[in-house]
C-alpha cells in the first residue's frame, strides 16, 4: 500500500506542475465594470506568463472568513502564471466592447440560443454550457455576475474542479428578492466568494452562513497622462441610469453656473436616463454647458482633459471608474454610498467623500446633502493648489490596485486550491 501511495503522490506533483486551464465565465462583454475587469483580468493572467513568476507585493489588508491571508497581499508566491491557460466564456452572443488579448481562448453562447431571451434562453445555456465546459476540462472556474453565480454552481458543480465565484455590483442586491433567496444556497457549495470590499463581506457574512468570502478589490489601470488642471472641466463616467444619479449633478452644477460661469460638465457613458438628462439640461438653460459624449473606449482623453471627476452614484459595489480617474490623478468627489468610494478616498486626503446618512428620511435631508456636495465641488473648481495636492495623492495611493497585483491575488487562491485537490 506504501508503494501505492507514492506513485499517487507522483503523479499529484506532476499534474501540480502541469498547465492549469481557467474556465472565466461572464454574462457578456459590454461596455461595463464587470465586463471591464474580466477582460483586464483575462489578458494580465495571459500576460503575466511573458514576466514570469514572483510574489504580491505588499497592499491593502483584508482577510478572509476563515482567516486565509491568501489574498491580503502579504507575500503571497504565485508562481508562474505559465502555469495557467485561460478560457473566458461569455453567456451571450454579442460582440465583445472590450479588446481581448488572442492567448485569451473566446468563446460565446451561439446566436440561436442568445436572441432566445428570458427563460428559453437560460434552458438553452442550461443544455449548452455543461458541453462546453467537458470539452475545456477546466482546472478552475470563475463566474462573475449575481445574476447568473448560482446557474453556474447548479450547472457545472458536478466537475471536479474548485468553482470560485465573484460578485460585481453593491451588496444590497443579494440581501433581497430572488437573489436573496437562491444565492446563499449555491455559494456554500463553491470553493470560495470573491467580493470587491472589506464592507460587502460585512455585510453578506451573516446571510451567507456557510460561505467562504474573500476580498479582492478590483484592478485599475494605470492612466500614463499628465491631467491639466488649468481646465474647466467636470468629468463623470459611467451608465446614465439606475442609481448612478447624474440628474442630480446637474442640479448642483446649475446652482455653480453663476459662480464658475467658465466650467462645463461632461458625461461619458450611455444608459436609459440619457434623454431626460438631456431635457434636464435644456430646461435649466445649460446647453453648451453641460454635453454628453455617449460611450467613449478612450478614457484617458477625457481624463487629461478634466480637472475634476464627480460622481454622484447613490450604490456601488467597486466604482472603477471613480478608481480610474484617481489612478489618472484626478481630483475626485463622492457620495459615501454604503460600500465602494470609501474604500478609494481618504477624506480631505485624495478627495472629499460626502456622507449619505440620513439621505432618505426627507426633501430636506436631501438638500442639505447636495448642498454639503455643492460646497465641496466649489472648493475644488475655485482652487488649483486643492486639485493638484488631491490628484496628486490619488495617483499615489491606488497604485496597489495595479492589475497584475490583483491578478496574481486570483492566481494565489486557484493554487491553493489545486494543492488541496485529492490526488
Known amino acids: 500500500m506504501k508503494n501505492v501511495k507514492n506513485v499517487k503522490d507522483v503523479k499529484h506533483v506532476k499534474d501540480m506542475h502541469r498547465t492549469k486551464r481557467i474556465l472565466f465565465i461572464v454574462p457578456s462583454l459590454k461596455s461595463g465594470g464587470l465586463e471591464r475587469v474580466a477582460a483586464l483580468l483575462a489578458n494580465t493572467w495571459v500576460g503575466l506568463a511573458d514576466t514570469g513568476g514572483g510574489v504580491v507585493d505588499a497592499g491593502r489588508s483584508v482577510p478572509d472568513t476563515d482567516g486565509s491571508a491568501a489574498d491580503t497581499g502579504r507575500s503571497v508566491a504565485d508562481g508562474s502564471a505559465a502555469e495557467f491557460d485561460v478560457t473566458l466564456l461569455t453567456l451571450d452572443a ?21 436572441r432566445l431571451g428570458g427563460w428559453r434562453k437560460a434552458v438553452g445555456l442550461w443544455r449548452w454550457l455543461p458541453g462546453q ?13 449575481e445574476g447568473y453565480n ?39 457549495k463553491a470553493t470560495r466568494v470573491f467580493v470587491q470590499t472589506q464592507r460587502s463581506m460585512e455585510l ?12 479582492i478589490p478590483n484592478p485599475i489601470e494605470e492612466v500614463n497622462i499628465t491631467p491639466d488642471l488649468f481646465q474647466k472641466t467636470i468629468l463623470n463616467v459611467g451608465s446614465l441610469g439606475g442609481k448612478k444619479n447624474q440628474g442630480e449633478l446637474i442640479e448642483i452644477f446649475a446652482g455653480l ?13 450611455d444608459g436609459p436616463h440619457r434623454a431626460m438628462l438631456e431635457e434636464k439640461v435644456r430646461k435649466l438653460g445649460l446647453e453648451g454647458r453641460v454635453e454628453f459624449r455617449g460611450v467613449v473606449r478612450d478614457l484617458a482623453s477625457l481624463y487629461q482633459e478634466a480637472s475634476i471627476f464627480a460622481f454622484t452614484s447613490l450604490l456601488e459595489g467597486f466604482p472603477n471608474a471613480l478608481g480610474e480617474a484617481m489612478r489618472a490623478g484626478l481630483p475626485v468627489i463622492a457620495y459615501d454610498c454604503i460600500t465602494g468610494p470609501s474604500e478609494l478616498i481618504s477624506h480631505g486626503v485624495d ?16 438638500e442639505a446633502l447636495s448642498n454639503e456636495y455643492k460646497v ?15 490628484g496628486r495623492n490619488g495617483r499615489q495611493n491606488t497604485k496597489d490596485l495595479n492589475p497584475e497585483r490583483i491578478a496574481k491575488l486570483y492566481l494565489a487562491h486557484f493554487r491553493k486550491a489545486l494543492s488541496h485537490q485529492p490526488a
Open 351 to 366: 478627495g472629499f467623500l460626502v456622507s449619505l446618512e440620513g439621505a432618505s428620511r426627507d426633501v430636506g435631508s436631501r
Open 257 to 269: 453656473r453663476a459662480d464658475f460661469p467658465e466650467w462645463k460638465l461632461v458625461f461619458a457613458g
Open 376 to 390: 465641496y465641488l466649489s472648493k475644488l473648481m475655485a482652487s488649483r493648489e486643492l486639485r493638484e495636492s488631491l
Open 150 to 188: 448560482a446557474f453556474v454552481m447548479a450547472r457545472l458543480g458536478f466537475l471536479k474542479c474548485p468553482v470560485f465565484l465573484g460578485n460585481r455590483t453593491t451588496p444590497l442586491t443579494s440581501l433581497r428578492g430572488v437573489r436573496g433567496f437562491i444565492n446563499p444556497i449555491f455559494y456554500k
Open 204 to 215: 453578506l457574512m451573516d446571510h451567507y452562513r456557510g460561505t467562504s468570502f474573500s476580498v
Open 133 to 145: 465546459a467537458k470539452a475545456i476540462r477546466p482546472d478552475v472556474i470563475l463566474s462573475f455576475g
Open 94 to 114: 454579442k460582440p465583445p466592447f472590450y479588446e481581448i488579448d488572442p492567448r485569451v481562448k473566446f468563446i460565446q453562447a451561439p446566436v440561436e440560443i442568445d
